[in-house]
């Protein structure tokens, strides 16, 4: 089945500095790839998604990037606030398969 | 909108009992998957549900099971609980379930003792 490494575990920037988490995945069949933000105590919200027809998408300082070739696929977060402070979980799934497969999650924390 | 709801948000059982878990989906949505999140594994998916029928399941033991009503309700059944089952819960609901935005719940923490 498939299989997600997500890294790193944890990361720490400062405020203003931009982040980086990278994911690889082993399905070659995998098409569809979103990005979960979980707040402490909170649920799962999908910030952004990219599917494998595409190489990159950006939604204002959150920005996503796939290399199929290669199948890894990481997020970008520009001028980070510390409200962007959270796990953030990768995923993958094939079309066809209602199956999400995660990453482990990285815990991002920005200090003032 | 009412958003996903999951019942109850925390149990308490022994090992050997079971127990039931509740997910009512965004109205409208006729998707509902299940994860299970503990911190060393983070999600793992369980089973997801289509219109009563389930369409897809994850490597989980028979113990684990689910079902869903005609009005898109899930349940999920977790029978002769081990102290490992102890974990959060986590139900998610979408229009179709493929590739598409899941919308969360809040959880089910559940903890055997």
């Known amino acids: 089945g498939e299989n997600v490494e997500q890294h790193p575990s944890t990361l720490s920037v400062q405020e203003g500095d931009s982040a980086v988490i990278k994911c690889t995945y082993s399905?070659?069949?995998?098409?569809?790839f979103p990005w979960y933000k979980q707040e402490l105590g909170k649920r799962p919200q999908l910030i952004i998604d990219?599917?494998?027809?595409?190489g990159e998408k950006k939604d204002q300082r959150i920005a996503v990037t796939l290399n199929k070739t290669a199948k890894h696929f990481s997020l970008h977060i520009t001028e980070t606030q510390p409200e962007d402070s959270a796990v953030y979980f990768c995923?993958?799934?094939?079309?066809?398969?209602?199956?999400?497969?995660f990453g482990k999650g990285t815990m991002l924390l920005v200090s003032p | 909108k009412a958003g996903v709801t999951q019942t109850p948000r925390y149990l308490i059982k022994t090992r050997g009992q079971q127990v039931t878990l509740s997910c009512s989906p965004i109205?409208?949505?006729?998707?509902v998957s299940w994860y299970q999140q503990t911190p060393g594994q983070g999600l793992q998916f369980l089973f997801e549900?289509?219109?009563?029928?389930?369409?897809n399941k994850g490597n989980f033991p028979g113990r684990f099971s689910g079902r869903q009503f005609s009005n898109s309700r899930s349940e999920m059944n977790v029978s002769t609980l081990e102290l490992g089952d102890s974990a959060l819960y986590l139900c998610?609901?979408?229009?179709?379930?493929?590739?598409?935005?899941?919308?969360f719940g809040s959880g089910t923490q559940l903890s055997v003792l």
């Open positions: 109205s409208g949505h006729r998707s």
């Open positions: 549900y289509f219109s009563e029928t389930q369409r």
């Open positions: 995923a993958a799934s094939k079309m066809g398969y209602s199956t999400l497969t």
């Open positions: 998610a609901s979408g229009l179709q379930g493929y590739q598409e935005k899941l919308f």
């Open positions: 990219i599917r494998s027809n595409v």
């Open positions: 399905d070659s069949a995998s098409n569809y």
